[in-house]
């Protein structure tokens, strides 16, 4: 988390000066889902290949996030769609409390697919 | 944090400019895990890449959008929902300025949702504001 505050800029927390566990700034939520795509890159039968680009991302947080959560992520697939040649996946990954269960963040981002060269 | 009854629709959230270089854009790598090659390896972004070259992680820009829109927030436990929709390309060592603007409050929530943007300096719209939403909680 120091490292992600770092490479986006953030400076301090408040929550680290109460001495409370830290609250994790909101777009971190990219490095436990989106961040390394082995989700989607996994399923062979999907045919995800690099020559991609990122169309959108939302986050719903339920909770904030904080140093010391443990999260379940669950992606599905919500939408396929073909446009022009390109292809549309959007992702839809619901991360739970580990111990409660309790929904944390909801992520969902469309991933853009450009034809592959033959 | 803005007061709920000190925010009014129109206000704005102060734009700060960044520049993305190639350093950052490894340093973001490093830290979301986000390894594409298109945002380090020239030939690799050659033959893929939208402009031909190198371009930022849409997902640093997110990240810098995050990250000003806390800043407006007083802190990320105010943040309640972010979404950004990337139109344009981001070429590295572009200069990137991020801001966003009250739309909408709702006075039952005590929220604000806000349209946020991050442009290049000829205007491209790297995080379009048309389609581009933070939902805020005030005081």
């Known amino acids: 988390m120091r490292e992600y505050a770092a490479a986006t800029g953030v400076r301090g927390d408040a929550s680290e000066a109460e001495g409370g566990p830290l609250v994790a700034p909101p777009a971190f939520a990219a490095c436990f889902t989106v961040g390394r795509g082995e989700a989607m890159f996994s399923d062979p039968e999907l045919g995800a290949h690099p020559n991609l680009v990122h169309g959108s991302q939302e986050y719903e947080f339920h909770r904030p996030i904080r140093v010391g959560d443990a999260v379940v992520c669950t992606p599905r697939i919500a939408d396929i769609k073909t446009k022009g040649g390109m292809e549309f996946l959007t992702l839809e990954i619901a991360c739970a409390d580990a111990a409660t269960d309790d929904p944390v963040v909801t992520s969902r981002g469309t991933i853009i697919f450009f034809a592959q060269g033959e | 944090m803005p007061r709920f009854e000190?925010?009014?629709?129109?206000?704005?959230?102060?734009?700060?400019?960044?520049?993305?270089?190639?350093?950052?854009?490894?340093?973001?790598?490093?830290?979301?895990?986000?390894?594409?090659?298109?945002?380090?390896?020239?030939?690799f972004a050659a033959q893929v890449s939208p402009t031909g070259g190198i371009i930022a992680h849409g997902m640093l820009n997110m990240g810098i959008v995050s990250r000003v829109v806390t800043d407006w927030a007083g802190g990320p436990e105010n943040v309640l929902k972010l979404s950004c929709n990337f139109r344009a390309p981001?070429?590295?060592?572009?200069?990137?300025?991020?801001?966003?603007?009250?739309?909408?409050?709702?006075?039952?929530?005590?929220?604000?949702?806000?349209?946020?943007?991050?442009?290049?300096?000829?205007?491209?719209?790297?995080?379009?504001?048309?389609a581009s939403r933070a939902v805020v909680r005030l005081t």
């Open chain 2, 6 to 43: 000190d925010t009014n629709i129109g206000d704005q959230i102060p734009v700060q400019t960044e520049t993305l270089d190639q350093a950052r854009l490894i340093v973001y790598a490093g830290a979301s895990g986000d390894f594409n090659p298109l945002h380090w390896q020239e030939d």
């Open chain 2, 90 to 130: 981001c070429p590295v060592g572009a200069a990137v300025s991020f801001g966003g603007e009250v739309l909408a409050l709702d006075e039952n929530e005590h929220t604000a949702t806000l349209a946020v943007w991050a442009e290049l300096e000829d205007g491209a719209k790297v995080v379009d504001r048309r």
